[in-house]
């Protein structure tokens, strides 16, 4: 399946981290229907490139998972783990721009950064350490990059201030996620990211990246995320609930209630397909609500 250029993109892109939760099937749900919705094509990206925090495992179970809940995806599944050639060539393109350095610094060092990155490597030459590779902010960047969410609005934000250059091969030599992740919607052809509102700060950067690769840029749109009664993300860490594929119907109308659509009572009890075609006639991405975290519908509710 090859999209023209005028076509709609999206994507879904988990990382198997553990198998899909009701937070992980609002922003699935959300994506595939924006996509639908716009006659257009809906790719699934596996964002295996951590190893530490994955196991491979959950990548049959995460597409189980989908195919159970009607979210069925157009042409080959892209696995970021047989990505790393471009990954490294795009790297090298950044160096010969002399965008990159290498950076030496120890957690010890970065730990009071807390997260902005004060450029200390930047005069270094090539070293034979082991090292970071970090991305050169240019002048431009001191202006604030501005990303307007189709769903949370107005976002900015000033790299030099909120971020400083920023990793972009990490010192055990892993690719970081703004890399993979630009890289990849722009192999895959991604015009449009709907995804949860926790990666909103990422856009940005990944805008800004997007410039410095002469990639075009993309439309965003933010899904608050669903949060425990304590208000913490779902998570695997929060011990989030995995989706059963036998409650597929409920957990795609709790998850279009969650996502501001509104589905009649009527069709609580129907079929996957019947509800997602209702869904994809009547999906209005501006009725998802722009707070950036909403809670879960209570257990008993989806988890039965
Ligand atoms: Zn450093």
């Given at each position: 399946m090859s999209a023209d250029s005028t076509q709609y993109v999206g994507r879904f892109a988990p990382s198997p981290s553990g198998p899909l939760h009701f937070g992980s099937l609002v922003c699935a749900l959300a994506s595939f229907l924006d996509a639908k919705k716009n006659n257009g094509l809906w790719l699934l990206r596996i964002e295996d490139i951590d190893p530490p925090r994955e196991d491979p495992k959950h990548v049959d179970t995460i597409l189980n998972q989908l195919e159970h809940h009607g979210l069925h995806w157009n042409g080959p599944i892209l696995f970021q783990s047989q990505r790393t050639t471009s990954y490294a060539r795009a790297l090298d393109e950044l160096h010969r721009q002399h965008l990159t350095y290498a950076c030496t610094c120890s957690r010890k060092r970065l730990g009071p950064m807390s997260g902005v990155y004060d450029g200390h490597c930047r005069a270094r030459t090539a070293t034979s350490e082991p090292h970071a590779v970090r991305l050169t902010l240019a002048k431009s960047s001191e202006q604030t990059i501005a990303v307007d969410d189709l769903i949370m609005g107005d976002y900015?934000?000033?790299?030099?201030?909120?971020?400083?250059?920023?990793?972009?091969?990490?010192?055990?030599?892993?690719?970081?996620?703004?890399?993979?992740?630009?890289?990849?919607?722009?192999?895959?052809?991604?015009?449009?990211?709907?995804?949860?509102?926790?990666?909103?700060?990422?856009?940005?950067?990944?805008?800004?990246?997007?410039?410095?690769?002469?990639?075009?840029?993309?439309?965003?749109?933010?899904?608050?995320?669903?949060?425990?009664?304590?208000?913490?993300?779902?998570?695997?860490?929060?011990?989030?609930?995995?989706?059963?594929?036998?409650?597929?119907?409920?957990?795609?109308?709790?998850?279009?209630?969650?996502?501001?659509?509104?589905?009649?009572?009527?069709?609580?009890?129907?079929?996957?397909?019947?509800?997602?075609?209702?869904?994809?006639?009547?999906?209005?991405?501006?009725?998802?609500?722009?707070?950036?975290?909403?809670?879960?519908?209570?257990?008993?509710?989806y988890e039965l």
């Amino acid at each position: 399946m090859s999209a023209d250029s005028t076509q709609y993109v999206g994507r879904f892109a988990p990382s198997p981290s553990g198998p899909l939760h009701f937070g992980s099937l609002v922003c699935a749900l959300a994506s595939f229907l924006d996509a639908k919705k716009n006659n257009g094509l809906w790719l699934l990206r596996i964002e295996d490139i951590d190893p530490p925090r994955e196991d491979p495992k959950h990548v049959d179970t995460i597409l189980n998972q989908l195919e159970h809940h009607g979210l069925h995806w157009n042409g080959p599944i892209l696995f970021q783990s047989q990505r790393t050639t471009s990954y490294a060539r795009a790297l090298d393109e950044l160096h010969r721009q002399h965008l990159t350095y290498a950076c030496t610094c120890s957690r010890k060092r970065l730990g009071p950064m807390s997260g902005v990155y004060d450029g200390h490597c930047r005069a270094r030459t090539a070293t034979s350490e082991p090292h970071a590779v970090r991305l050169t902010l240019a002048k431009s960047s001191e202006q604030t990059i501005a990303v307007d969410d189709l769903i949370m609005g107005d976002y900015r934000q000033n790299l030099h201030r909120e971020v400083g250059d920023f990793v972009l091969r990490r010192k055990d030599g892993l690719y970081s996620y703004q890399l993979a992740s630009v890289i990849d919607d722009q192999f895959q052809g991604i015009t449009r990211v709907v995804r949860g509102y926790d990666l909103l700060n990422s856009s940005p950067r990944q805008r800004y990246l997007q410039r410095c690769l002469n990639y075009p840029s993309l439309e965003y749109a933010h899904v608050p995320i669903a949060v425990d009664q304590k208000g913490h993300k779902l998570s695997k860490q929060t011990k989030a609930q995995a989706l059963k594929n036998r409650l597929a119907p409920i957990n795609l109308w709790n998850a279009l209630d969650w996502l501001g659509q509104k589905p009649p009572k009527t069709l609580l009890k129907a079929p996957v397909m019947q509800l997602l075609e209702w869904a994809m006639r009547h999906w209005v991405l501006q009725q998802v609500s722009n707070r950036p975290a909403r809670p879960a519908q209570q257990d008993h509710d989806y988890e039965l």
